[in-house]
């Protein structure tokens, strides 16, 4: 398929419109002086029915999830609800003007408010801000939030504690709240290490931030333990809900001694993942942490609801607005459809399709841990190793079999996660659609035995054949030149990759 640029021809335009409407019109009136251009850019010419006609045939060639299954481990791909997106593109909702008079919004208003009632029943905490943007945005808000506690104890600490197995996140934002970096091991079962906690757990921490299920897939059996040397040294215990998926519904993490509580609403409560979209990394916290919050809040007083200023120890704001508010809609729209007994299905529903995928596919692709696994199953590819394949080359081979592959090398600590693929099939997957991925992957596994060049050289059916992975990197084609560019110093043909 050619660019656009290759389908311009000189003098044809793509909108028509009256020849003396710009006539008394100055440019530089009408834009800023920065974005005006010294010289004329070259830009392609083509009508509007060959624009169209471009743009169509490119969003043929994507992969998507109306297309068929993303078994992304870790990032609970599912499928959501049209209708909630069709709720969040109301004019009434859409339209909303950030800093229209409280008066006018109400409504709006209304659903932050009683989201964070639900979000707080769901998860057993107090109070919910829903101010994060997004995931790693609500877990610096959590650790500012564990910061300011602190300090208004006149308590130095300094230090954060991260499994090796927590969500891959959670080091950043603790270094960027200003505190030190402690990473704990996995045990050879894939979770925490007690009695190096117990070790590393002192006066000087802040406390521990824990994906559970964690990034391996794996319900923590001693939840109780992990909370009371963490609360024995004075430190609070942070709730990762990136693998909520496997747990609303069934307990609640606040029941399970966590003093904040981070949702990604974007993953678990109905708003497509991915692709770079809005997201809302939702804190919820205690009691007793309610003062330190971002401000402000939603509260409901003499009939009608308020943005109302946290108080004095709060960490001040986060951002300028309220989070992204249609997220905040179509969760709350899905929360309120599903019910009380929907949500514990849809948990026992993730729980049960990774099960199977686990139990189907060990025989093939050896597990990075022996036992059952919450909403997500950690397989590898590393016994395919003495035929030369890697698992690069099964999740390539994937793609024939018109499937998107799982997550590869990740989680990637050894030596039990080796040439790992995670594999998560949300509730929102049928058996068949699932017993089609688990076909394929069998296919493969023999494959890899009897015909390994056919995975090396995957994919086949593609319309992108296999690409250097490495030189993609290095080398991004941005412009038409830098594609003929590097077609002519690799020699390329259209034959060889249909850019």
């Not at 043929?60 to 499928?79: A, R, V």
């Not at 399709?353 to 397989?379: F, I, M, Q, S």
């Not at 799982?406 to 990637?412: E, G, L, Q, R, V």
């Not at 593609?462 to 002519?488: G, S």
Request: aromatic letters at 10%; one cysteine or more; a negative charge.
């Amino acid at each position: 398929m050619k660019l656009i640029f290759e389908k311009s021809v000189k003098g044809r335009d793509g909108y028509s419109l009256p020849k003396d409407l710009f006539e008394d019109i100055d440019i530089k009136d009408c834009v800023p002086s920065y974005a005006i251009a010294e010289g004329k850019k070259e830009l392609c010419e083509v009508s509007e029915v060959d624009v169209i006609r471009h743009f169509t045939k490119l969003s043929k060639f994507n992969y998507g999830i109306d297309d068929g299954i993303y078994p992304l481990g870790s990032c609970t791909m599912k499928y959501n609800p049209r209708i909630n997106e069709k709720l969040a593109s109301l004019d009434s909702f859409s339209c909303a003007h950030p800093l229209a008079p409280e008066e006018t919004v109400q409504g709006s208003l209304q659903i932050m408010y009683e989201l964070g009632n639900l979000l707080a029943e769901i998860t057993g905490v107090a109070q919910y801000t829903m101010a994060p943007a997004a995931g790693a945005h609500g877990e610096l808000t959590g650790i500012l939030i564990m910061r300011n506690y602190f300090i208004d104890r006149n308590e130095s600490r300094h230090k954060v504690l991260v499994p090796d197995s927590g969500h891959g996140t959670n080091p950043a934002s603790a270094i960027m709240g200003g505190f030190e970096l402690v990473e704990t091991r996995s045990n050879e079962d894939g979770t925490v290490d007690i009695q190096q906690l117990a070790e590393l757990m002192d006066e000087d921490t802040v406390g521990f931030m824990l994906t559970n299920p964690n990034t391996v897939g794996l319900y923590d059996p001693k939840i109780d333990e992990i909370q009371r040397i963490v609360h024995a040294k004075g430190g609070l215990l942070y709730y990762d809900g990136a693998n909520l998926n496997a747990s609303f519904g069934l307990f609640r993490p606040g029941d399970s001694g966590f003093d904040i509580v981070h949702l990604n609403l974007h993953k678990t409560f109905s708003t497509p993942h991915g692709g770079g979209g809005p997201g809302a990394g939702v804190i919820g916290v205690k009691e007793h942490l309610i003062p330190y919050l971002p401000t402000p809040i939603v509260t409901f007083e003499d009939n009608k609801y308020h943005l109302s200023d946290v108080g004095p120890k709060s960490i001040g704001k986060i951002r300028a607005f309220w989070s992204n508010f249609t997220v905040l809609l179509k969760s709350y729209a899905w929360i309120l459809s599903m019910g009380a007994d929907g949500l514990s299905e849809v948990t026992r529903a993730s729980v049960i399709n990774a099960n199977y995928v686990l139990a189907k596919l060990k025989k093939y692709y050896r597990p990075a841990y022996d036992g059952y696994c919450g909403h997500e199953c950690t397989l590898t590819g590393r016994d395919y190793k003495e035929y030369g394949i890697k698992t690069l080359d099964i999740a390539k081979r994937l793609m024939d079999y018109g499937v998107h592959p799982p997550t590869i090398y990740f989680p990637h600590f050894e030596p039990y996660a080796e040439e790992t693929l995670m594999v998560e099939p949300p509730e929102s997957e049928s058996k068949e659609t699932i017993d089609a991925f688990i076909d394929a992957m069998i296919k493969i596994a023999a494959e890899a035995k009897t015909d390994p060049d056919l995975l090396l050289t995957a994919p086949h059916n593609t319309r992108i054949k296999r690409a250097d992975d490495v030189l993609a990197v290095k080398r991004p084609i941005l412009h038409y030149d830098d594609e003929l560019k590097i077609k002519d110093e690799l020699g390329y043909t259209e034959a060889d990759i249909d850019f």
